[in-house]
């Protein structure tokens, strides 16, 4: 499948940002072929073989809806989702515990002299802005990453629009630009616009990560990616 990654690059790379004058040059050249054929005759040709012309047509057709359904149609899909932040959960849950029925503390004894130590409080600690692979490859919104308890980490996407398209999925990765070697899969993307959380696996180590990347795993194409600096 590398051949359609590499396809993707060029399409969106070199020739996306000249799309109006190449749509325009595409269209002239169709119906200058169109009228060339008539010119010749092939039209004739074609009825007079209406039986191969018909099977020709449908096995192009039947390769052409199902491949341009996968490879095309994504691209003009949306979908939104709207996850609650980890942090407002925590604030949530701070103020039902102090709303509840208040019961007697037990008085310190005299020989206790450690000072009690503070409940954790969920935090980020990297964030970032998304930006698209290229002009047709867009991405926006931001990226936090929020530790929710000791140790223990969520990725959090907000105010986040991206360019759908096939077999999106969401890594961390140690480069700053995008996918490399050692990136770890948080899973599917969940949608195109909204905001929402991914669980960073237990125990990995951030200090090796430096971006959250929208990637397309089929053909290795990056979609979006947000460089990670350590929050103020």
């Known amino acids: ?72 149609s994504p691209l003009w899909e949306r979908s939104h989702l709207e996850e609650e932040s980890p942090l407002v959960m925590a604030s949530d849950d701070m103020g039902g515990s102090d709303s509840a029925t208040p019961t007697a503390e037990p008085q310190p004894s005299p020989a206790a002299t450690d000072e009690p130590t503070p409940p954790f409080e969920p935090r980020v600690t990297h964030s970032g802005e998304f930006r698209g692979a290229d002009d047709f490859h867009f991405g926006r919104g931001k990226a936090l990453l929020i530790e929710t308890g000791p140790g223990v980490y969520t990725l959090r996407f907000e105010e986040f629009s991206v360019r759908n398209g096939p077999d999106l999925f969401v890594y961390l990765s140690p480069s700053a630009e995008g996918n490399a070697e050692g990136a770890i899969n948080l899973g599917g993307l969940k949608a195109t616009d909204g905001a929402f959380n991914y669980d960073v696996p237990d125990g990995t180590d951030l200090t090796r990560f430096k971006s959250a990347i929208v990637w397309c795993r089929q053909f290795s194409v990056l979609f979006a990616v947000a460089p990670l600096v350590p929050a103020p």
């Open 1 to 72: 499948m590398t051949i359609f990654g590499d396809l993707e690059r060029l399409i969106a790379e070199d020739l996306y940002p000249y799309r109006w004058p190449i749509t325009i040059a595409f269209v002239l050249a169709i119906a200058a072929a169109a009228v060339f054929a008539y010119r010749m005759g092939w039209h004739m040709i074609a009825w007079r073989h209406r039986l191969a012309t018909g099977v020709i047509a449908a096995v192009l057709l039947a390769v052409a809806i199902p491949a341009g359904d996968y490879l095309l």
